[in-house]
């Protein structure tokens, strides 16, 4: 199942706060992550949060997100240190 990525207008923002070397990775990890035939699999469930139910990890970054089928809304992207507060 081939997976669609919609960023919200908060998780730009955040995107275009990051310095250009970073938003570069981060674009490189999320399209890794779209090609496989099963993203979630490398995505961590989150337990009691209130941006979103899951997460990936790029460098000391996180990229949170919710699942509606088969479209990926990208919520947040922060460093690690703010992204759970």
Same mark, same amino acid.
Request: charged fraction near 40%; proline fraction near 1%.
């Given at each position: ?16 706060? !990051? $310095? ?6 981060? *674009? =490189? /990890? +999320?399209?890794?992550? !779209? $090609? ?6 490398? *995505? =961590? /469930? +989150?337990?009691?949060?209130? $941006? ?34």
């Amino acid at each position: 199942m081939k997976f669609e990525l919609k960023i919200e207008s908060r998780a730009r923002n955040d995107i275009q706060s !990051l $310095d250009s070397v970073v938003q570069k990775r981060v *674009a =490189k /990890k +999320l399209k890794f992550y !779209l $090609d496989q035939d099963d993203p979630i699999q490398y *995505a =961590k /469930k +989150l337990v009691d949060s209130k $941006d979103g139910n899951y997460r990936w990890r790029i460098g000391n970054f996180r990229a949170v997100f919710d699942i509606d089928g088969n479209v990926i809304k990208l919520l947040r992207i922060q460093h690690r240190k703010d992204v759970y507060k």
